[in-house]
């Protein structure tokens, strides 16, 4: 897979954060972690889309039951992802 490359700044605390990561065997490099937090990323701006489209009812066990159904049905191409 061809991947671009970024040059990005951090200030030192988030350096000695990510490194910290990366030394409890959490990710693999600064660069894996860095792809995984914008995935991540990806799927909460998806996620926080749907917010304001959810019917209230009163049952929120009910609703929530029926979106984790439709979630769950969802196709996600994780090469597009990491294409991205």
């Known amino acids: 897979m061809v991947m671009d490359t970024l040059q990005i700044r951090l200030g030192h605390g988030l350096v000695e954060f990510i490194d910290a ?6 990710y693999s490099s600064r660069s894996d972690y ?10 909460l701006s998806n996620l926080n889309k749907m917010v304001g489209i959810i019917p209230n009812t009163g049952d929120s066990v009910k609703e ?3 979106i984790r159904k439709k979630l769950s049905k969802e ?3 994780l090469d597009e992802i990491n294409n991205l």
């Open 21 to 26: 990561q990366i030394k409890k065997g959490i």
């Open 75 to 77: 196709k996600f191409d």
């Open 34 to 43: 860095l792809r995984d937090i914008v995935r991540k990323q990806m799927a």
């Open 64 to 66: 929530v039951r029926e």
